[in-house]
């Protein structure tokens, strides 16, 4: 019989449940046999469909039956109000980067790069030499695979200064992604309910793992050279702050990179106050115009804090980060680790050392920045010929995205309503902000999906916000 039999049994069956009361039995299966002249496969096919829609039951040995309609009782949850009490602080919302994109919109609002920019076949030949292996069988040391760590330790290593003592596999702990080294870092270095100093705009993850720790933030305003060392140093004095968060190189949402000059000034400023300095180097992977610079090459004192993420470059399922840290800070940012995930996955970081030891990962990273460099200048083309009342702050170095300046009598929330209409996904830039946004910004993506489709963006991008005019 074919599927077309199976469709007329269906269609009949439902004209006839919906004249049955609740309860009827259905004809049995030999009688439809005959009725309808279809094999008894093709009946039970079609059974199968009608139980799947929920308008049948199946009672063994009795027969099958037309399922009566239950109406839902709300549940009263109020009780859960009293138990749990007002939270220690508000956890923010998800993000919008992190919502489902239909096939055929224009994503701009996504943070992870198109899978086109990955490089696939390191990494499942990687997977499957992993899967054969002991990693797949055995737990993982809590700090993490010994080989890793090293590979960690010596991709900061390779740019410390003469007289600086490098960071060395034993300062480098494996995490299952940065988003927990955030939160577990922030517990493990500031109490609850004390301060932590952000640069503004920064990572809304960051803003949520604050939240998350129970913290003050403390905004620090920071351009495309970086935060002003004076205006930190007065927030560390005014606050009694010891932890500043910041994102020195190709920033999560601005894409600014810090100046060499201003990098040795805030390090200054954080060793003057007994500070650490939170390094985020989430972009490492992801240079165009310029090369990463990270801060804890300059420093053997145990100041920086240092968090670089794989799940970006290698692949948004292998989630496998690191955190380098010195002193009892690193014990106890280990004892927070340990305490919420005990170890990280040994599949997934054999997996990754093996991707990123390969001779093809260096020749991988030498072709994105320059896949990532004709993107990003098609969208800033696209925004200056399609958008021209946005102002666009600067043309980042390296990550991957383009920070954006609306006018201030935008709406933004509606903006983004009307280019979701339109079909184009954009990310509000209020959710990088710790505090109160200084206006309207917008944050565009040039790493996902169809870069094609980047000047139909703008466009509709323009038409949405010349409406507003």
């Known amino acids: 019989m074919t599927d077309d039999s199976s469709g007329r049994i269906v269609t009949a069956l439902q004209a006839w449940i919906a004249q049955a009361p609740a309860g009827g039995r259905l004809p049995s299966s030999r009688s439809l046999v005959a009725e309808h002249g279809a094999s008894p496969v093709t009946v039970q096919k079609a059974m199968r469909v009608l139980a799947a829609q929920g308008l049948i039951e199946t009672r063994p040995g009795a027969g099958t039956f037309v399922r009566a309609v239950r109406t839902a009782r709300p549940v009263d949850y109020g009780w859960q109000s009293a138990a749990l009490r007002s939270p220690r602080s508000r956890i923010p919302a998800g993000s919008a980067t992190m919502r489902e994109a239909a096939v055929d919109a224009v994503a701009l609002h996504a943070g992870y790069p198109d899978r086109e920019l990955l ?54 702990v494996v995490l299952p992604g940065s988003q927990s080294g ?81 990098a040795h000034q805030i390090l200054d ?45 290698v692949s948004p399922a292998v989630r496998v980060a690191a955190v380098i840290a010195r002193g009892p800070a690193k014990q106890r940012i280990s004892a927070d680790l340990s305490a919420g995930s005990m170890y990280v996955s040994g599949l997934l970081q054999a997996a990754a050392l093996d991707v990123v030891t390969q001779p093809g990962w260096q020749t991988h990273l030498r072709s994105l920045r320059h896949q990532l460099r004709a993107r990003r200048d098609l969208l800033v083309t696209s925004l200056r010929e399609h958008v021209p009342q946005a102002h666009l702050t600067s043309v980042p170095t390296g990550g991957l995205n383009l920070w954006v300046r609306l006018p201030d009598a935008t709406d933004l929330e509606q903006l983004v309503r009307d280019c979701e209409a339109s079909g184009v996904l954009v990310a509000p830039g209020d959710e990088w902000f710790p505090a109160e946004p200084p206006g309207p910004f917008m944050r565009l993506n040039y790493s996902g999906a169809n870069p094609g489709a980047f000047p139909a963006g703008a466009e509709r991008l323009g038409r949405a916000l010349a409406r507003q005019a």
Do not use: C
């Open 119 to 172: 490089q696939q076949r390191l990494l499942r030949s990687a997977l499957g030499r992993a899967a054969r292996s002991d990693a797949a069988l055995t737990r993982s040391p809590a700090a993490g695979l010994p080989e890793l760590r090293s590979w960690f330790a010596s991709e900061v290593g390779g740019s410390t200064p003469v007289g600086v003592t490098p960071p060395a596999a034993g300062d480098v």
């Open 182 to 262: 955030l939160s577990a870092v922030f517990r493990a270095l500031v109490m609850t309910g004390q301060p932590l100093l952000m640069e503004s705009p920064t990572y809304w993850g960051a803003i949520t793992a604050a939240a998350q720790a129970g913290v003050e933030v403390i905004p620090v305003p920071s351009g495309p050279d970086g935060p002003d060392p004076d205006e930190l140093a007065r927030a560390f004095e005014e606050t009694g702050a010891r932890v500043f968060y910041a994102q020195p190189n190709f920033a999560n949402p601005t894409g600014a990179q810090w100046s060499i000059a201003g």
């Open 269 to 313: 400023v954080v060793r003057t106050y007994g500070a650490f300095l939170v390094e985020d180097d989430w972009a490492h992977d992801f240079a165009i115009d310029a090369d990463p610079r990270p801060l804890v090459a300059m420093d053997d004192g145990g100041h920086v804090v240092y968090l670089r993420s794989l799940t970006k470059s």
